[in-house]
């Protein structure tokens, strides 16, 4: 496996790691170091007398160390693998030590295993299935009223609410079980209401909860398991994972971490070479857990993947995966025009659809009437995202040229997530 110093850092859980990893990123605090097609590991002189060990799988890009860290990966985990990605040929290539093959025979045999599963009661879970939809139509009767209120007194009185206004009705879809319209609501709550077109974005979320509670309730076959998933209702894993995926091999596009409260949600963009599909691989980690999956921009996995029910399927988990070779030649998108016209056909079968990714050739980033702006071979225009924070360093690593370009998003507004140069894939961390 390939790994840049970047990819290294993108996998660390904080800035802390990052700058204590590189500090133990240099050959004389190791005092061995080994490699094999399936792992690494290495000896970490630290303050006791016996050295910390420290491994990794580096099929699935797991850590485990004998330090007392609790942080997964560690810093000895960070700066052993920033070894390996300055100078693989350092490290010794050798049969793993006992500790090390145990570890990953001991991996090996939990990902294969398959447990027993539990006798399901389906009456108790049926009369819970039922309690719960009861739950939901009635979240959704009382967020019908208060959307149709707002509509009735017009908009032009919401900047002056009470954040109260939006906190209580967020609420209640909490306790009525539908988390996703309750983050709909947050959303609308949290809007700036004194920037410029404000209104726009308002009605827009206010459109999105109308829709999805007018097709919940007429429940169109097609869009079933996408209403659902919106609204919050979840997908067995198990489940999933006893259907046949798409076996491909994936880039890592990009990867973006946000955190509220206790809970940390990781969103991994991926992309398939052969099949040309793009994917979702969604991960939650609560107060401070480490995610279960280690996944860094600009890795290549050859990986079975299983997309969740969806008219237009994005979201999906990883069945099984290992490390791949480099990068090879892909060919993207030739310009906006084949995003529009993408998009409009995800939009006529998915009205609701969320922001995806896209893979562009020879776009060229460029400041228009103060605004950035992302240019194609026929300069068509898009503009930035706002708030990307990486424009220079994308200007920077450009030259103000054509690149080929990974971004996010849709209707003509779009965040850069990587610039893909021959086998080389550069993150632009935001």
Same mark, same amino acid.
């Given at each position: 496996?390939?790994?840049?110093?970047?990819?290294? /850092?993108?996998?660390?859980?904080?800035?802390?790691?990052?700058?204590?990893?590189?500090?133990?990123?240099?050959?004389?605090?190791?005092?061995?170091?080994?490699?094999?097609?399936?792992?690494?590991?290495?000896?970490?002189?630290?303050?006791?007398?016996?050295?910390?060990?420290?491994?990794?799988?580096?099929?699935?890009?797991?850590?485990?160390?004998?330090?007392?860290?609790? $942080?997964?990966?560690?810093?000895?985990?960070?700066?052993?693998?920033?070894?390996?990605?300055?100078?693989?040929?350092?490290?010794?290539?050798?049969?793993?030590?006992?500790?090390?093959?145990?570890?990953?025979?001991?991996?090996?045999?939990?990902?294969?295993?398959?447990?027993? $599963?539990?006798?399901?009661?389906?009456?108790? =879970?049926?009369?819970?299935?039922?309690?719960?939809?009861?739950? +939901?139509?009635?979240?959704?009767?009382?967020?019908?009223?208060?959307?149709?209120?707002?509509?009735?007194?017009?908009?032009?009185?919401?900047?002056?609410?009470?954040?109260?206004?939006?906190?209580?009705?967020?609420?209640?879809?909490?306790?009525?079980?539908?988390?996703?319209?309750?983050?709909?609501?947050?959303?609308?709550?949290?809007?700036?209401?004194?920037?410029?077109?404000?209104?726009?974005?308002?009605?827009?979320?206010?459109?999105? /909860?109308?829709?999805?509670?007018?097709?919940?309730?007429?429940?169109?076959?097609?869009?079933?398991?996408?209403?659902?998933?919106?609204?919050?209702?979840?997908?067995?894993?198990?489940?999933?994972?006893?259907?046949?995926?798409?076996?491909?091999?994936?880039?890592?596009?990009?990867?973006?971490?946000?955190?509220?409260?206790?809970?940390?949600?990781?969103?991994?963009?991926?992309?398939?070479?052969?099949? =040309?599909?793009?994917?979702?691989?969604?991960?939650? !980690?609560?107060?401070?857990?480490?995610?279960?999956?280690?996944?860094?921009?600009?890795?290549?996995?050859?990986?079975?993947? +299983?997309?969740?029910?969806?008219?237009?399927?994005?979201?999906?988990?990883?069945?099984?995966?290992?490390?791949?070779?480099?990068?090879?030649?892909?060919?993207?998108?030739?310009?906006?025009?084949?995003?529009?016209?993408?998009?409009?056909?995800?939009?006529?079968?998915?009205?609701?659809?969320?922001?995806?990714?896209?893979?562009?050739?020879?776009?060229?980033?460029? =400041?228009?009437?103060?605004?950035?702006?992302?240019?194609?071979? !026929?300069?068509?225009?898009?503009?930035?995202?706002?708030?990307?924070?990486?424009m220079y360093k994308l200007l920077s690593i450009s030259g103000g040229r054509p690149v080929n370009?990974?971004?996010?998003?849709?209707?003509?507004?779009?965040?850069?997530?990587?610039?893909?140069?021959?086998?080389?894939?550069?993150?632009?961390?935001?």
């Amino acid at each position: 496996m390939q790994l840049t110093e970047e990819q290294v /850092m993108a996998l660390a859980p904080d800035d802390a790691s990052r700058k204590a990893g590189r500090e133990l990123s240099s050959p004389s605090k190791w005092v061995t170091k080994g490699a094999n097609e399936q792992a690494l590991w290495g000896e970490c002189q630290g303050s006791g007398s016996k050295p910390y060990r420290t491994q990794v799988d580096l099929a699935g890009m797991a850590f485990k160390c004998s330090c007392p860290s609790r $942080k997964f990966p560690c810093k000895h985990g960070i700066g052993l693998l920033i070894l390996f990605a300055r100078n693989a040929a350092d490290f010794t290539t050798t049969e793993a030590p006992d500790w090390v093959s145990e570890w990953i025979s001991k991996r090996e045999i939990k990902n294969t295993a398959t447990d027993k $599963k539990p006798a399901v009661n389906e009456a108790a =879970q049926a009369k819970r299935q039922q309690a719960r939809e009861q739950s +939901v139509e009635d979240g959704l009767s009382e967020l019908l009223l208060w959307i149709k209120d707002i509509v009735r007194n017009g908009i032009v009185g919401i900047p002056e609410k009470d954040s109260s206004f939006f906190t209580d009705m967020a609420r209640r879809m909490v306790d009525a079980k539908a988390p996703g319209l309750a983050t709909l609501v947050k959303n609308a709550g949290n809007l700036s209401f004194y920037k410029e077109g404000w209104q726009n974005e308002f009605t827009d979320l206010l459109a999105r /909860m109308y829709l999805l509670i007018a097709g919940y309730t007429h429940k169109p076959a097609a869009l079933t398991d996408d209403l659902r998933s919106n609204i919050g209702f979840t997908q067995s894993q198990e489940e999933l994972r006893e259907k046949p995926g798409i076996k491909d091999t994936w880039l890592v596009l990009g990867k973006q971490t946000e955190t509220e409260d206790s809970l940390t949600v990781e969103r991994n963009w991926l992309y398939g070479i052969t099949t =040309q599909q793009y994917s979702l691989v969604l991960q939650f !980690s609560v107060m401070s857990q480490s995610m279960v999956l280690n996944l860094a921009p600009g890795m290549m996995l050859d990986a079975e993947l +299983v997309f969740y029910p969806s008219a237009q399927p994005l979201r999906a988990l990883i069945k099984s995966q290992a490390a791949a070779a480099s990068i090879p030649p892909i060919s993207g998108l030739s310009g906006w025009q084949q995003v529009a016209e993408l998009e409009t056909a995800y939009n006529s079968v998915l009205p609701f659809s969320s922001p995806r990714p896209f893979l562009l050739q020879q776009i060229t980033p460029l =400041q228009y009437e103060g605004r950035w702006w992302l240019s194609d071979s !026929s300069n068509r225009l898009v503009q930035v995202k706002e708030g990307f924070r990486e424009m220079y360093k994308l200007l920077s690593i450009s030259g103000g040229r054509p690149v080929n370009l990974a971004v996010l998003g849709n209707e003509n507004c779009y965040e850069p997530l990587g610039i893909l140069a021959g086998t080389h894939y550069i993150f632009l961390s935001n």
